[in-house]
């Protein structure tokens, strides 16, 4: 989160900039290619700490993502956004450098090191040319072993996160997620907020962030993913020397596995603004089903093949209700949705959402047309290569396969998997996750033909 006081700060240290950005337009030229051309080494350090690795040695730079199992959802009731502050603190100070000296050498040396909390996860990445990664690497342990967590850098990163929580108030997508996850999970910490509540945040302190960090940040926990130039014999010291020092095993506790809730509600949030926005859903499918692909060709032919999917065709192309509609899959680790949204004029909100249910309907009685799963096999099996685009995005790609548990070699079946999905297969899923009368529908705005079953105007900062 670059709030303007840390963005200031770092703009004192551009003269590093240019260098990097140079290489990083030269990986991302390099790294250009198809998924299947792509070789990915295990490692494991002397330390037993084990990664997978994809070496490329035509640009020196490195590229390091983790993650820890446990994000959002394992924050305590009443400290909700814990991980959220904590995950802005992290480079905010760590060790002998208070957070304008850790600045200061990540910038003078052009190294990125950032964190992430999400819903099931702790993200974190090192990014480094190759002749200044032994400073990227002890940064990068400090960071996790040793934050300082500061008065001042806490308090300054507070605020900012204070600042978002007020301004999502005025933001209706943020509203209808809020709406939607609330029902769904009502009694789940998929129901709480990843930013927490201003209550929330205000009560968050160095001893909670603190034993965060010990809690969550261990071996047994973690995945690592690098790419970029270095070979793997070399990896494995430098791997220990990240994440050689963090406790063998974690204090977490996942959340138990969960339906969502709320079939065939709709919650209505009014805001008095001149466009409804739409946010449907009901439970979906888990990344380790067998019917992922067949449920993912489904799903581009609904709403997620932008404009040549139905709900464009529909909504947009054929009666121009709307700018943008759309569908996705949604699978954590403890549930899954398939979703669909988008936002209209108020007075055009019941026919959009009843267009939406229609064809919602008409994917689960017929299925897909051979023409269409022709098509989604092409795009789906076509522009996946195109995310290789930089070692970044190629090690987001490795840490997410690893996350998954679908096995080193399936950048090479991928493409198969998808291949493989006949419409016997789509029209099966179809009948099995879609149900437009078991939707969970939230609209907010001023709607016209919209008939709630529930009304909320109580969604607090």
Request: proline share 6%; with cysteine; aromatic share 8%.
């Amino acid at each position: 989160m670059n709030y303007p006081t840390r963005l200031s700060r770092r703009l004192s240290h551009r003269s590093s900039l240019p260098i990097f950005l140079a290489v990083f337009c030269l990986v991302s030229a390099a790294l250009t290619s198809t998924a299947s051309a792509i070789d990915i080494k295990r490692v494991v350090s002397p330390g037993g700490i084990e990664a997978w690795l994809v070496q490329d040695a035509k640009v020196p730079l490195l590229s390091i993502k983790f993650f820890f199992k446990g994000g959002v959802e394992t924050d305590p009731a009443g400290k909700e956004g814990l991980a959220n502050l904590t995950s802005t603190v992290l480079d905010e100070g760590a060790g002998p450098y208070d957070s304008e000296e850790f600045q200061r050498r990540m910038a003078d040396n052009s190294i990125s090191i950032g964190f992430t909390a999400t819903t099931d996860g702790f993200y974190g990445g090192v990014h480094t040319l190759v002749e200044t990664q032994d400073e990227a690497v002890d940064l990068a342990r400090l960071a996790l072993t040793q934050p300082r967590f500061d008065e001042e850098a806490v308090e300054r990163m507070r605020r900012g996160v204070l600042s978002q929580i007020r301004r999502d108030q005025g933001d209706p997508d943020f509203l209808s997620r809020r709406a939607l996850y609330e029902t769904a999970f009502p009694d789940h910490p998929y129901g709480r907020r990843a930013r927490g509540t201003v209550e929330s945040v205000g009560s968050i302190t160095r001893d909670d962030m603190a034993a965060f960090v010990r809690q969550r940040f261990a071996k047994d926990n973690l995945t690592v993913a690098v790419t970029g130039d270095i070979a793997p014999d070399r990896l494995g010291p430098v791997l220990d020397r990240i994440f050689g020092e963090l406790p063998a095993n974690s204090a977490v506790k996942p959340p138990t596995d969960v339906v969502p809730k709320g079939a065939g509600e709709t919650v209505l949030v009014r805001r008095p603004q001149p466009q409804s926005v739409v946010l449907m859903s009901q439970p979906g499918i888990k990344r380790d089903d067998p019917d992922w692909f067949a449920a993912t060709v489904m799903n581009y032919v609904l709403g997620a093949g932008s404009f040549s999917s139905r709900l464009m065709e529909e909504i947009r192309t054929k009666r121009g209700l709307t700018y943008g509609v759309y569908s996705y899959l949604v699978p954590f680790q403890h549930t899954a949705l398939v979703m669909a949204g988008g936002s209209t004029a108020n007075a055009n909100a019941g026919k959009m959402v009843e267009l939406m249910k229609a064809e919602w309907r008409k994917m689960r009685d017929h299925g897909v047309t051979q023409a269409e799963l022709d098509d989604a096999k092409t795009y789906l099996t076509g522009s996946f290569p195109l995310q290789f685009t930089s070692s970044s995005a190629i090690a987001d790609i490795l840490l997410q396969v690893q996350r998954d548990n679908l096995g080193i070699d399936y950048l090479d079946r991928r493409s198969g998997l998808i291949e493989a999905v006949t419409l016997e297969d789509v029209q099966r899923v179809a009948k099995r996750l879609l149900d437009p009368a078991a939707l969970l529908t939230v609209v907010v705005g001023q709607p016209e033909g919209v008939e709630p079953t529930r009304t909320r105007d109580d969604i607090p900062s």
